[in-house]
């Protein structure tokens, strides 16, 4: 059974990723990817900082691409690198094909919203702003994996890579959906389950199960057969808002600590306080297993 969408129902989207920061991200790059329901203007390959990598733009580019190559679909999707670096203070943009990206799709006369997925730093969001203040006033909703627990934050990751730009963002007139530390967590996946459902779905399959336990075996100093994938949020929320509980709250700014500053300044954004990971997980599985059996590539 197959479902067409219409062109003019589809959601507009633009995915920006750290592709190569940790395991999940590749999840949320393909799951975008193989989603019908979506009109996909590009995907962003990100910086994740240095203390990884003294090239992470460049390996977030490499990553986007070997996915897409597995997939044989170089082709069909358009990637735009990002920012290689963060902004420099909250008043400089750094120019890269990605914010162009960002304001070339804002800036269309289109009905529907663009979305912009941000499973990293807000850099190229900020930045395609502070170039094209213009964009403010369109139907942008960025939706952001960053941000510690509320109300009282703390360090995490993807906040940590560009405080300045997650500042220019919160005291922006933008549509925001945050989707916090403490929520994103919420995606595991144990290792049997990817061996069951994703493992057999041909190259991107078995690549998405491999590199996973890669990552985690060089990373985790005890066994720890599951993964949380912390970015696929993102995706679910775009094809349901209501794919976790929300409340409307003042949009923070941040300490240099990376805790909340609440000044009661700022508009309201969209903070979501759980997600169904039950519907993300099946959705995406559902979609890679007939991806590979349309290529007669599916092993189960």
Not at 165 to 176: H, K, P, Q, Y
Request: include cysteine.
């Amino acid at each position: 059974m197959h479902y067409e969408f219409p062109d003019d129902k589809k959601i507009r989207v633009i995915v920006n990723t750290d592709a190569k920061n940790e395991a999940d991200d590749q999840y949320a790059i393909v799951h975008a990817v193989l989603t019908p329901a979506f009109e996909l203007h590009g995907v962003i390959p990100a910086h994740f900082g240095t203390g990884k990598s003294a090239h992470s733009l460049r390996d977030s580019h490499d990553e986007t691409m070997l996915l897409l190559d597995l997939m044989d679909l170089r082709e069909q999707v358009h990637v735009a690198d990002g920012g290689e670096h963060a902004l420099p203070d909250e008043h400089t943009p750094v120019d890269s094909p990605g914010a162009r990206l960002i304001v070339e799709e804002a800036l269309k006369d289109d009905p529907r919203p663009l979305h912009v997925a941000f499973y990293g730093p807000l850099t190229d969001m900020a930045s395609a702003l502070l170039l094209e203040p213009a964009i403010e006033s369109r139907d942008v909703v960025v939706i952001w994996i960053g941000g510690g627990p509320w109300p009282l934050g703390g360090r995490e990751y993807n906040l940590s890579n560009d405080i300045g730009a997650a500042n220019v963002i919160m005291r922006s007139g933008l549509t925001v959906w945050q989707i916090p530390q403490n929520v994103y967590r919420r995606m595991p996946v144990s290792y049997a389950e990817l061996a069951e459902k994703v493992y057999p779905c041909g190259k991107i399959g078995r690549y998405l199960v491999d590199q996973l336990v890669e990552h985690n075996l060089m990373t985790r100093p005890s066994a720890m057969p599951y993964r949380s994938l912390g970015d696929s949020p993102c995706v679910g929320v775009m094809m349901y808002p209501a794919c976790g509980a929300w409340s409307w709250r003042p949009a923070p700014e941040f300490e240099p600590t990376m805790h909340y500053r609440h000044t009661g300044e700022n508009r309201p954004i969209r903070v979501y306080e759980d997600i169904d990971a039950r519907f993300i997980h099946e959705d995406f599985f559902a979609k890679v297993k007939r991806f590979a059996r349309e290529r007669n590539e599916y092993e189960g």
